[in-house]
């Protein structure tokens, strides 16, 4: 992993995410398999977990990727309380037990790996990879990306049907873009994995399956509202990243580690200078940390990507 990180980020990005779509599709005929729905999802979920953490970590890239506090204060962000409004949208109807308690455990446990996992392959790697030349680009594919991959819960024998699936892509592309402005200005991908696993998780307990078409429609339709509006809030209340350049080669496609760069920097406070870059460190240099604020693109700065396990038919936003 070490050698295609350090070759191209972005190849590396896109061999994760084929990597996870492809485990997670292989799953659902073992889940069936074993007779406990989400064993294997969780049991896949949990090592490539395992695995990216540890990779990232060793290789001290826990700042570029988020993974760290944000030094912006969390009353900028209004204390994350719109992401708690997202989060409980799936009990607005009541909570309710859907399976057996083997299921329900290897469910929950599923989710919360897929937050972390999706948030830091499509907000993480994707999105820094990206923001390397185009911040703008890195946005707004690492969004519609994430959202539109959910179509393959059309296939992949989840049972849910074309509008419900039409509906999750819409939302997941809205919750997508309001993630990716939080990692881009706040410097940490804390926020938006827990928010994307409280998403995920509370869906188990969803009560709205006798809801009509038109009431989930509408529910889903304030959601993505609320989303829309906390994204455009904090784009005009927070301060912008500059953006910077990197001398990495324009035919790397990556950057490689321990090229000077110097990246996209963001004032924390909202007022005073920035501050300019320092080297990164090399991958072999593990547990190195960056002084400078957290930046996408060739520095520092942090920043949904699909859920692909099974869902329920009438389950127009329970995971994304």
């Known amino acids: ?72 204060p969390a009353r900028r962000f209004l204390c994350y309380l719109p992401l708690v409004v997202l989060a ?24 919360l790996c897929v937050g972390f996992l999706e948030e830091v392959i499509f907000r993480g790697l994707l999105f820094v990879a990206i923001a390397r030349d185009n911040v703008k680009s890195a946005v707004i594919i690492s969004s519609v990306t994430f959202g539109i991959g959910h179509i393959i819960n059309l296939f992949n024998g989840s049972g849910m049907d074309l509008v419900s699936n039409l509906c999750q892509i819409v939302f997941a592309i809205a919750v997508g873009f309001l993630l990716v402005t939080i990692f881009y200005r706040g410097g940490s991908l804390i926020p938006c994995i827990l928010a994307h696993s409280a998403i995920n998780t509370l869906g188990t307990f969803a009560n709205d399956a006798s809801l009509p078409t038109e009431t989930r429609l509408l529910h889903l339709g304030i959601l993505i509202v609320i989303a829309v509006a906390y994204t455009l809030i904090l784009t005009r209340t927070l301060p912008e990243a500059e953006a910077g350049h990197s001398h990495a080669p324009a035919s790397g496609g990556g950057h490689p580690a321990g090229a000077h760069s110097e990246g996209i920097h963001r004032r924390a406070d909202g007022g005073g200078a920035t501050q300019r870059g320092t080297d990164e460190p090399r991958l072999a240099q593990t547990g190195a940390g960056h002084v400078r604020p957290p930046v996408p693109g060739g520095a520092e700065h942090r920043l949904l990507s699909h859920q692909l396990c099974p869902l329920r038919r009438n389950a127009l936003l329970h995971r994304l």
Do not use: D
């Open 1 to 72: 992993m070490k050698t295609l990180y350090e070759k191209n980020q972005l190849t590396f990005a896109l061999v994760w995410i084929v990597v996870y779509c492809v485990l997670q599709s292989l799953a659902n005929p073992l889940n069936k398999a074993i007779g406990v729905e989400y064993a294997a999802s969780a049991g896949f979920c949990i090592l490539q977990a395992l695995a990216l953490f540890a990779f990232i970590r060793k290789n001290g890239l826990l700042k570029r990727y988020g993974l760290c506090k944000s030094p912006v």
């Open 88 to 111: 409980s949208g799936n009990l607005w109807n009541g909570a309710a037990l859907h399976y057996a308690p083997a299921e329900t455990v290897c469910r929950i446990v599923c989710m």
